[in-house]
T-cell receptor
């Protein structure tokens, strides 16, 4: 298995632009998670899906953020409009759902909003 | 309240020595899972080791072992025979919440380990 695949690896955009981050989870994993990592706040869970359905989006910072999972093999995290404070590393992870199952993380997308 | 506490922002160890990274957790659940992840400078998150709350034996994975003290709510990571490649950020995490199906993984703030020759 190729693992969790995220794209792009790096994104630099201007303030006000729309940004779309993409994720392909591991086949067979029922859960997909989006995390954000910053120096100030560490690793924060933004949202997670179970069988393509959003279960908990309480970590999404504001309405500018949205996430979708149209099918079992693809998810997007969109920021519109982007702001400099959105600059962070965004990780996607997937999990088979067992308590003993750790998450498998993608390589992350480093987003810089200038 | 912090769910996962890692009190050591940074740790230094010499190559071939053992090092212990501290982690305490807070939960009212009886069933939960504890994890350690490694994040090298390249940025990826690498799963190292898992301990279930009902596991009687401490988990081991190669040079990694988890010193699980349930009554003290601690889950320290022990790395034996440190190598230069162990230099990285280490995160303790907990999966809890029967009401949420144990799906949320909550992370500590991390400990940066530097292994010197």
């Amino acid at each position: 298995d190729a693992g969790v695949i995220q794209s792009p690896r790096h994104e630099v955009t201007e303030m006000g632009q729309e940004v779309t981050l993409r994720c392909k989870p591991i086949s067979g994993h029922d859960y997909l998670f989006w995390y954000r990592q910053t120096m100030m706040r560490g690793l924060e869970l933004l949202i997670y899906f179970n069988n393509n359905v959003p279960i908990d989006d309480s970590g999404m910072p504001e309405d500018r953020f949205s996430a979708k999972m149209p099918n079992a093999s693809f998810s997007t995290l969109k920021i519109q409009p982007s702001e400099p404070r959105d600059s962070a590393v965004y990780f996607c992870a997937s999990s088979p759902g067992r308590l003993s199952g750790g998450y498998t993380f993608g390589s992350g997308t480093r987003l810089t909003v200038v | 309240a912090q769910k996962i506490t890692q009190t050591q922002p940074g740790m230094f160890v010499q190559e071939k020595e053992a090092v212990t990274l501290d982690c305490t957790y807070d939960t009212s659940d009886q069933s939960y899972g504890l994890f350690w992840y490694k994040q090298p400078s390249s940025g990826e998150m690498i799963f190292l080791i898992y301990q279930g709350s009902y596991d009687e034996q401490n988990a081991t994975e190669g040079r990694y072992s988890l010193n699980f003290q349930k009554a003290r709510k601690s889950a320290n990571l022990v790395i034996s025979a440190s190598q230069l490649g162990d230099s990285a950020m280490y995160f303790c995490a907990m999966r809890e919440g029967r009401s949420t199906g144990f799906q949320k993984l909550v992370f500590g703030t991390g400990t940066r380990l530097l292994v010197s020759p």
